[in-house]
């Protein structure tokens, strides 16, 4: 598409876009009594409006059923987190029995590598992305500590060549051959948080398992933003949270997937809940655990059903939408700020935006991130100060995600021409 920068041509694709009545499904945060241009639905996802209809129902059936609302509630507590699987499985390619929600994302990656991480002498080695998000760095180290290895021995980070910001797949690919069968667990981000580089998670899982490796992915940044099709990939386990991209509030409950040929697999060694037990005889509560033969068995305690309530309203937004339009109208989003962008540095001397994350379309999911070349922090608290949320990172990185759901091509503009006014 031919774009242009200004207001008009923002306000045209505003007017075509399908999903723009989205917006007006969620809670935009205000500035100056005006929709404030909100860019951190990679941090924090907006709250829909219909959240406190559903939180509300949970609300309302706890205090007239009590603990009866378990089997008698609008949405029976106790097999609650089963409304899940088939809208998620659209989201992140998968099997209804390959996904569950449950606990915290920091926490299932700990859960998934008791699973998946079970180093010996011979194989031992994670290999992760540098600059993994930091709870990921310290899951990583304690689990290699925890079973008696050097993390500097054990944890191999695949770093950016000298002078380039993102990593190449090829360079991803040899270190998983080179370290070869001392790899136990190839542990990759789907998006990274600072760069916004998407990995080509389909060649990272099969070098991983051509060497004998597991493969699995942290989809914090890409659950809900980008195309996911794990089942197909064939990858062995990830996780995710759901209060950026899926907008299900803050420290919401998370997500878990379990490639069915594993999840099946009852013997594989886990951390144990009851929730994981065998539903038909669970509360017999007796002694040997049997685990549920899909993801559903990694459960460890019954279900944080507030939480879950918010993530039911933020799916039902996303069915309704449906991921493909989602996935057409963030292309067209980000084609735009890229080229605003471009256009702002186009009008100076010299550059003052350099884009770090990929130009690649397949590369990249919502989120850009531009290292400021110059006036970086003036620009980014001048753009505060007129109401445009974004993200700082030191020492000069504004991150910024325009999602397909309430972000519109107008924010684009005016976050640019904010910029531009400052550079004038
Ligand atoms: C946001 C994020 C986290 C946060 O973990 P919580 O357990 O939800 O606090 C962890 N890892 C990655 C990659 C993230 O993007």
């Not at 008009?8 to 969620?26: G, H, I, N, V």
């Not at 689990?143 to 993102?166: C, L, M, N, W």
């Not at 879950?308 to 980000?334: N, P, Q, S, W």
């Not at 700082?392 to 904010?418: C, H, K, M, Q, T």
Request: charged share 25%; net charge negative.
């Amino acid at each position: 598409m031919n774009f242009e920068n200004n207001l008009e041509f923002a306000r045209d694709l505003d007017t075509k876009d399908e999903l723009k009545s989205f917006r007006q499904k969620f809670f935009i945060p205000q500035h100056e009594g005006k929709d404030g241009v909100y860019f951190t639905g990679n941090s924090l996802g907006l709250q829909p409006k219909t959240t406190a209809k559903y939180v509300q129902q949970e609300l309302d059936d706890w205090a007239k059923l009590g603990v009866e609302g378990h089997f008698q509630a609008k949405n029976p507590w106790m097999p609650y987190h089963e409304i899940f699987p088939k809208q998620l499985a659209k989201i992140v390619g998968c099997k209804e029995n390959e996904v569950v929600v449950m606990n915290q994302l920091t926490v299932n990656l700990h859960l998934l590598m008791v699973t998946f991480y079970r180093p010996d002498k011979q194989r031992y080695k994670i290999i992760c992305e540098a600059k993994a998000f930091p709870s990921d760095q310290y899951a990583f180290e304690t689990q290699a500590k925890y079973h008696g290895f050097d993390p500097s021995d054990a944890v191999i980070e695949v770093s950016p060549r000298t002078g380039e910001h993102t990593l190449r797949t090829e360079d991803i690919l040899s270190t998983i051959q080179q370290h070869g069968d001392s790899v136990a667990v190839v542990l990759f981000g789907g998006v990274n948080y600072y760069t916004g580089q998407l990995f080509d998670i389909k060649a990272i899982n099969k070098a991983a398992h051509s060497g004998g490796a597991y493969a699995g992915f942290d989809l914090a940044h890409a659950a809900g933003n980008v195309e996911l099709k794990l089942h197909d990939w064939d990858v062995d386990f990830a996780c995710w949270c759901s209060y950026k991209y899926l907008n299900s509030g803050p420290g919401g409950v998370a997500g878990a997937y379990i490639h069915e040929k594993h999840a099946a697999n009852k013997e594989l060694p886990r951390f144990a809940g009851w929730w994981g037990y065998k539903k038909e005889t669970r509360f017999k509560m007796e002694k040997g655990f049997e685990a549920i033969p899909t993801a559903e068995g990694w459960q460890l305690s019954n279900a944080p059903i507030l939480s879950m309530a918010a993530h039911k309203a933020a799916l039902d937004i996303f069915e309704e939408a449906g991921v493909d339009k989602l996935h057409e109208k963030r292309k067209l989003l980000a084609g735009y700020l890229y080229y605003v962008l471009n256009d702002i540095n186009s009008r100076q001397t010299e550059k003052v935006i350099e884009i770090i994350t990929p130009a690649n379309e397949e590369e990249r999911g919502c989120q850009v991130s531009m290292l400021m070349l110059k006036r970086g922090k003036e620009i980014f608290d001048e753009l505060t100060k007129q109401g445009v949320i974004a993200d700082w990172r030191e020492p000069n990185v504004i991150r910024i995600a325009p999602v397909p759901l309430y972000n519109s091509f107008e924010d684009i503009y005016r976050f640019g021409e904010i910029i531009n006014s400052i550079l004038q």
